[in-house]
Structures are given as structure tokens and as C-alpha cells.
């Protein structure tokens, strides 16, 4: 169950790389904390992993993000939703994603970043 569960929220955070909607890295928190339970291989692979590993490691250790992360978070969800402003015709549509960029912005901004 842990496995199917850990696979679905892999499959969800790398979505979510290419989707506003989509938040990538509580979808990678989740299926690391499935893979602890249910594959040792591929819990093993995501905390390897160059971009994942650090920040599982970061949030399961001190529930905060790495230096350079929340920058980097911040400009490719401005470019992501952004984009899908634009490409919307409907005004519903639009304060739509507003809100929900707004709300992710909001939920990122409390996340602590450690000190160097």
C-alpha cells in the first residue's frame, strides 16, 4: 500500500513541476515518508537524489528548507502561473489561479529557511 501510495505522490510532485496546481515538493515529502514504509530501495534513491535529497533531509531533520531553495520555488511558480494567466480567457479562471498562487505564496513564505 505504501509503495502504490509513495508512487502516485512521486508521480504527482513531478507533475506538479509542469502544473501551477500541482505543489512539487510536499508530493516529494509524502512519497519519501511512504517509501520509509514501504521500499527501502526507493526511499534510499529519493533521499540520494541531487535536488530531492537535501531538501527531505533539511525537512525531516529541522522542518525547514535549504538556503537557495524558497528563491528558486518563488520564481518558477511566478513563470508557471504566470503563464497560465495569460493562456486563460475566462476572468474566473484567471482569479482562480490568483488565489491559489497567492495561498501557495502565503504557505511557502511561513516555511523557515535554516541559516547558511
Not at 505522490?9 to 510536499?26: Q, Y
Not at 531533520?61 to 528558486?72: A, D, I, L, T
Not at 508557471?80 to 488565489?99: K, N, P
Amino acid at each position: 500500500m505504501f509503495l502504490g501510495l509513495g508512487s502516485i505522490a512521486l508521480l504527482l510532485a513531478v507533475l506538479g513541476i509542469f502544473l501551477p496546481i500541482l505543489p512539487t515538493t510536499p508530493f516529494v515529502l509524502l512519497a519519501a515518508a511512504c517509501f520509509a514504509r514501504g521500499s527501502a530501495r526507493l526511499h534510499n534513491g529519493l533521499l540520494a537524489h541531487r535536488v530531492a535529497g537535501p531538501i527531505i533531509h533539511e525537512w525531516r531533520e529541522h522542518r525547514s528548507m535549504p538556503p537557495g531553495v524558497k528563491p528558486w520555488a518563488y520564481l518558477l511558480m511566478s513563470l508557471s502561473f504566470g503563464i497560465s494567466i495569460l493562456l486563460m480567457e475566462s476572468t474566473w479562471h484567471r482569479a482562480t489561479l490568483v488565489a491559489i498562487a497567492a495561498a501557495l505564496v502565503f504557505f511557502l513564505w511561513r516555511v523557515p529557511v535554516r541559516g547558511n
